[in-house]
């Protein structure tokens, strides 16, 4: 919260709060953090829901480093990133 970072790579299921639920907190506080959500679930429903609550991102953690790089990246630059993995 006091960082305010430019990219957050948040984990699907993180212990307390879920990496949904923290985007969705995002956006309702106005930051203009890109988020992309890491699971290890590729299913087009999923993504959706992630989209839906307001990630501008869905990487699988199975993507190679080079790919996770590449897409936060991409994240910064502005663009919507989803996984080539993504069924």
Do not use: N, Q
């Not at 080079?66 to 919507?80: F, M, P």
């Amino acid at each position: 919260e006091r960082e305010r970072p430019a990219v957050a790579l948040l984990d699907h299921s993180m212990p307390r709060l879920s990496g949904l639920e923290l985007v969705k907190r995002v956006r309702a506080a106005g930051w203009e953090t890109r988020c992309a959500l890491l699971s290890s679930f590729g299913r087009p429903l999923l993504v959706a829901e992630a989209m839906r609550a307001g990630a501008d991102g869905y990487l699988l953690k199975e993507d190679s480093v080079t790919a996770l790089a590449d897409g936060a990246a991409r994240l910064a630059a502005g663009e919507c990133v989803i996984s080539s993995r993504v069924d």
